[in-house]
């Protein structure tokens, strides 16, 4: 599990880091007082939950966790903060928790074991994907797996690169089409494309 933690205060940066690290000390736990410094490493490298203050200077914890969101809709957001006012933005954005300052360890453990999407160990990977380079989707032990065409793996391409969020056969079309017009022929082809991803998957 990896965990980044973000206040820009850093006496109550220290605390949530130190209670984060308590409750999960097998976990990566980075902390930053910076908000780029944060979404660089989150966009690099991935998280799967953010400690969020939401009250700082510049870009405050809500901006910050509609940036991350953006790159991965399933990320788990927990929300820090010692204003009680800013709870319903908090939960607009379906934040997984919301911690009142100052943090304990108790609180940290609570929300992190109440995660709104779950944490799949890399252990437990059916697939491993290859995204730097050509793109190409192993099974655990190296083997390439084999799709039946190759637009089908430009849509699984997509899918990846859309970390989970929803997409409709129109948007499929447009990254794989770009300027072709979108008719009922381009729509039934999308979707034949679609049927063979997923028996290409099922086959593994």
Do not use: W
Not at 26 to 52: I, R, S, T
Not at 56 to 62: K, L, S, T
């Amino acid at each position: 599990m990896k965990i980044l933690c973000l206040d820009d205060e850093q006496l109550a940066l220290q605390m949530l880091e130190m209670c984060v690290k308590k409750v999960k000390p097998d976990a990566e736990v980075l902390a930053y007082d910076d908000q780029d410094d944060l979404l660089e490493e989150a966009e690099k490298n991935g998280c799967d939950v953010a400690f969020l203050d939401i009250h700082m200077r510049g870009m405050n914890g809500v901006e910050v966790a509609k940036r991350l969101k953006q790159s991965n809709p399933k990320m788990n957001i927990i929300f820090v903060t010692g204003f009680s006012e800013y709870k319903a933005d908090a939960m607009d954005m379906r934040a997984s928790g919301y911690i009142m300052k100052p943090v304990t360890k108790e609180e940290v453990a609570r929300e992190l074991e109440e995660l709104r999407f779950p944490i799949i160990p890399k252990n437990d990977a059916l697939l491993k994907v290859q995204c730097f380079g050509n793109f190409d989707v192993f099974l655990p032990d190296g083997t390439p797996v084999h799709f039946e065409r190759s637009r089908s793996k430009e849509i699984f391409a997509y899918l990846v690169h859309r970390h989970g969020s929803s997409c409709s056969t129109r948007e499929i079309a447009a990254a794989l089409f770009e300027d072709e017009p979108y008719d009922n022929n381009q729509q039934s082809y999308v979707q034949t494309l679609i049927s063979a991803m997923m028996k290409s998957l099922k086959k593994v």
